[in-house]
């Protein structure tokens, strides 16, 4: 059964680095999104990405966030100058079409310390 | 978005039946009900999602009635390896620009032996 892949399982970093967190979605989905969940938290939304462009995205999402499909396969997620609450789970999930369901990977666990 | 309300702990055996009701009050007319499924330190996984009467799959059932205010998940004969909680989703999957979900606090159920 095709899946979504994510890297590293386990990211640590110091406050104020850079992370880059990878995605490789199923190969004939076209929707693409970044969620992340706090430890004890509820899964929250952070982007949606379609057609080499963000669709929609939430509050949580600011500056300091950015996505981007570089190649054919590969959807990242990039978080500028760590903060300690950006501590969380992401997951990355993808969708066919913006109608079916949307498949998520298994996380990438970011540990900001 | 159509807010819901679902019980935060269900505890059940093996073997048994297992229903989740969610209230979702304000469901509009073009809003569709979506479940899903978490294990401990995973992505959330699709579960069944329906707009009214019943769905079946090879995993649960969704039950909805006439009024569309709430919904029921039935998960027959449960296992130990069914331990997780459930989301319940309601939006409008039809305008929604990619899959954007909105995630409650779910019914974390606890399958014993």
């Known amino acids: 059964e095709p899946e979504v892949t994510q890297t590293p399982s386990h990211q640590v970093t110091q406050m104020g680095q850079e992370v880059i967190l990878r995605c490789v979605p199923i190969s004939n989905h076209l929707y693409f999104y970044w969620y992340r969940q706090i430890l004890g938290q509820k899964v929250e939304f952070l982007v949606s990405f379609y057609n080499n462009e963000i669709s929609e995205k939430s509050e949580i999402f600011d500056d300091q966030f950015s996505v981007e499909r570089p190649d054919g396969s590969n959807f990242t997620l990039k978080i500028r100058s760590t903060k300690l609450e950006d501590s969380a789970m992401y997951f990355c999930a993808s969708s066919r079409t913006a109608l079916t369901e949307a498949f998520f990977g298994q996380g990438t666990r970011l540990t900001v310390v | 978005l159509a807010k819901t309300t679902q019980p935060i702990s269900m505890d059940s055996y093996e073997g048994q039946e297992v229903n989740i009701t969610c209230s979702h009050n304000n469901i509009a007319t073009n809003d569709y009900i979506t479940w899903y499924q978490q294990f401990p330190s995973q992505g959330p996984r699709f579960i069944i999602q329906?707009?009214?009467t019943k769905v079946t799959n090879e995993v649960a059932s969704l039950f909805i009635p006439a009024d569309r205010k709430s919904s029921t998940l039935s998960l027959p004969r449960v296992s130990l390896s069914d331990t997780a909680v459930y989301y319940c989703?309601?939006?409008?999957?039809?305008?929604?620009?990619?899959?954007?979900?909105?995630f409650g606090g779910g019914t974390r159920v606890l399958v014993k032996p």
């Open positions: 329906g707009y009214k």
């Open positions: 989703l309601v939006g409008d999957f039809i305008k929604a620009a990619g899959n954007k979900l909105t």
